[in-house]
């Protein structure tokens, strides 16, 4: 599979309830930019090499499928966010108000916990493990 673009960046897209809520839950709480927003449909937000495309029910991507099925945020896959300290990080967005679908878990890799956006799209913060 050829691209054409070769930029290095990754691109994810969530299904979101309102687009403008999850470019200020993004840009807020998480250190990305805001990129392109074509409200009320769709934007793009980034950190580093995450471009993540932020689909509201009117873009392209939230139309129905041919069985009637409609797309919709939340599910269990995630965006994967490294940070130095999760419980900083923790306290700071508890204290901003962000929902969290998990506590904080340690693993042989490192500790993790997993927050919801606005629309319950899963984001998981993760620190590894010291060397």
């Not at 070769?6 to 969530?14: A, F, L």
């Amino acid at each position: 599979m050829t691209s054409p673009i070769n930029d290095n960046t990754v691109s994810v897209r969530y299904l979101v309830d309102d687009v403008a809520a999850a470019i200020d839950f993004y840009t807020t709480h998480l250190g990305f930019t805001s990129a392109h927003a074509f409200l009320p449909a769709f934007a793009d937000v980034r950190r580093g090499n995450l471009r993540l495309l932020l689909s509201g029910p009117d873009s392209s991507a939230g139309r129905s499928m041919p069985d009637g099925r409609r797309p919709h945020p939340g599910g269990w896959n995630r965006i994967h966010l490294i940070v130095a300290d999760v419980d900083t990080e923790v306290a700071r967005l508890r204290a901003a108000g962000v929902a969290f679908r998990s506590d904080v878990i340690a693993g042989p890799g490192g500790r993790q916990i997993v927050l919801d956006d606005p629309a319950g799209n899963p984001v998981e913060l993760f620190a590894p493990a010291p060397a």
